[in-house]
């Protein structure tokens, strides 16, 4: 049987994707060659740009794939308090980061720039944001606007964070993910009426 199996275009983009993501979770961006990916899903390279113009647009989907995913796995449920959705939201990206850890790596400092890839970061932010605002109790529209810039810089700084811990891993996961936690319950108490720890039940 030919490796060149014939697939609907949806299905050739999806395994041109899942092939994508592999790689560059296992490699340093500037090691990915296309001629590998083309290689490893059994196609040629001229079908594989006819899905992808260059290798900046097949990470740039791999990419989008990951935070659509990230954003339907990150549960937010009202039924939980606030500590254990964001504990679920924090172990859900965490979990995505170290397993791709190069993907992550290549977005934030290779690709740090590029307007494509901060879009993609940017519209999953402003997602969670909206979610973590739709969780907390805002007893007024003022404070929803404060809470909101908190929320919109945490997000930062967890960004931040964790890409400074992929690359150096100066504490343990866990201790990450609880500091990250902590400080957003640290900063949002004095703008809310009710301790945000026991919020969300």
């Not at 979610?131 to 929320?151: F, I, Q, T």
């Not at 931040?160 to 150096?168: A, E, F, H, I, Q």
């Not at 400080?183 to 919020?199: T, V, Y």
Request: proline share 4%; charged share 25%; with cysteine.
């Amino acid at each position: 049987m030919s490796s060149r199996q014939r697939l609907t275009p949806a299905d050739r983009r999806a395994q041109l994707l899942a092939v994508g993501a592999r790689l560059f979770a296992a490699r340093p961006y500037d090691d990915v060659l296309m001629e590998e990916v083309a290689k490893e899903a059994g196609v040629s390279r001229a079908l594989l740009y006819r899905h992808f113009s260059s290798k900046h647009a097949l990470f740039a989907a791999v990419y989008q794939q990951a935070a659509d995913r990230l954003l339907a796995e990150t549960r937010l449920d009202p039924a939980d308090s606030l500590v254990e959705q964001l504990v679920q939201g924090m172990d859900v990206h965490l979990d995505y980061f170290t397993a791709n850890r190069n993907a992550v790596l290549a977005a934030n400092r290779v690709l740090a720039g590029d307007p494509v890839i901060q879009s993609i970061m940017t519209n999953e932010l402003d997602a969670l944001r909206a979610r973590l605002l739709a969780a907390l109790p805002l007893p007024d529209d003022g404070a929803r606007e404060a809470v909101s810039a908190v929320v919109k810089s945490w997000l930062v700084f967890v960004q931040v964070l964790c890409v400074d811990w992929l690359t150096r891993e100066t504490c343990t996961r866990t201790q990450l993910r609880d500091v990250c936690v902590g400080s957003l319950l640290g900063a949002l108490r004095p703008l809310l009426d009710e301790d945000p720890a026991g919020a969300g039940r």
